[in-house]
């Protein structure tokens, strides 16, 4: 339970950044795309169909985001992607700053930390790793909960964010690289055992760039393993832009299986194992409830919003999420009853590939 004097400070933030997000925001949001593509940028066909039309459901900060299928090689991709501005600007106080605390609650709930303990356990009968590289780490959960599972391993993380350095101060990594995994992996070639890539490279601009990454990194013989979401899912045809994985705009690209196993194996890589039912996250109903409810409510306040929202607009707001907590707990608990059917039938929302660096 947030206090009243959490909220004030909260406030007080909210109400200083204001101003720089309203100047950010005066030209529009136009300059924060690239110029949108005629061909697929996994097989440059041109025959594109556009699957969703949304906006930032998350974070609610404006804008319109589309992501087009491609009918030759089932590539699902954001057009327009977002430019460097517009990645600054999307990320700017999502897993930091204003959402850091959001975000650590999250991704360091006991559910979560039990789920990255079974990823590390999956992998014991392939590695016995020195060192151990965690791409995209955010706040080093994953090597926190790994290293238990590989004691003797050193854990390295990296990310662009700040959540990276923290990682280290916390004990959850050895070591903080910060910056783009594109450009220092000339300055790692060789020196890991093991890359892991969880959720990682559907935020990236080019993942086939990021494969190649991996491959410098690794020593002969090291494996790469990788969990994204798979737009191939049941769910994401059923729920449509509700669908969480979707995650718009932060999510750029969206791969399925078929075409992510083959770049990998033009990368250098020979595919060890791929796994679809353990990768499933049963979050789907719940979230898309929560993005529902989040749209029809009265919004929250946020210094991209030109106003902090009315105190009648905050009643409201909160009236409903107190009437609609039940429906949440219960479509939360519909989800874990249905995981173990829907993981065997199509539903499974992501997809695991362990690969070999040849």
């Known amino acids: 339970m947030t206090t009243r004097a959490e909220k004030a400070e909260t406030a007080e933030k909210i109400a200083a950044l204001r101003p720089l997000y309203q100047k950010d925001l005066a030209s529009g949001v136009e300059r924060f795309f690239a110029p ?3 061909t697929c940028p996994w097989c440059a ?26 009918r030759a090689c089932g590539h699902h991709f954001q057009n327009p992607r977002l430019n460097d501005e517009g990645l600054e600007f999307y990320y700017r106080d999502c897993y930091d700053g204003l959402g850091a605390e959001t975000a650590q609650s999250l991704l360091g709930a006991s559910r979560s930390l039990k789920r990255h303990r079974a990823v590390a356990r999956s992998l014991r009968p392939f590695a016995s790793p020195e060192r151990w590289l965690d791409v995209g780490t955010g706040h080093g959960h994953f090597p926190q909960m790994a290293g238990e599972v590989f004691p003797d391993t050193v854990f390295e993380g990296l990310d662009q964010g700040e959540g990276v350095e923290n990682a280290v101060r916390e004990g959850r990594i050895e070591r903080a690289l910060r910056g783009s995994f594109t450009e220092l992996a000339p300055t790692l070639a060789e020196a890991y055992d093991v890359v892991t ?5 559907e935020h990236t601009p080019d993942p086939r760039a990021q494969l ?14 990788i969990e994204v979401p798979d737009p191939e899912s ?41 796994e679809r039912s353990a990768a499933h996250r049963p979050v789907d109903l719940w979230a898309a409830l929560l993005y529902l409810l989040s749209r029809l409510m009265p919004r929250g306040d946020a210094p991209w919003h030109p106003q902090p929202p009315s105190a009648s607009a905050r009643f409201v707001r909160e009236a409903m999420w107190k009437v609609a907590l039940p429906a949440v707990v219960a479509v939360y608990g519909l989800d874990l009853l249905l995981s173990p059917l829907v993981r065997r039938i199509g539903f499974s929302n992501a997809y695991r590939l362990l690969a070999r660096r040849d």
């Open 45 to 70: 066909s041109d025959r594109l169909r556009e699957r969703v039309r949304t906006t930032d459901l998350l974070q609610h900060k404006p804008g319109t985001f589309v992501i087009d299928r491609c």
């Open 36 to 38: 949108r593509r005629t």
């Open 212 to 225: 190649r990454a991996a491959h410098t990194a690794l020593r002969p013989g090291g494996l790469l393993h």
């Open 234 to 274: 049941a769910y994401a045809r059923l729920l449509g832009r509700w669908w969480m994985p979707w995650f718009q705009p932060q999510h750029l690209h969206m791969t399925p299986a078929h075409n992510m196993r083959r770049a990998l194996e033009e990368c250098g890589f020979t595919i060890v194992a791929t």
């Open 197 to 201: 890539m969880h959720h990682y490279l």
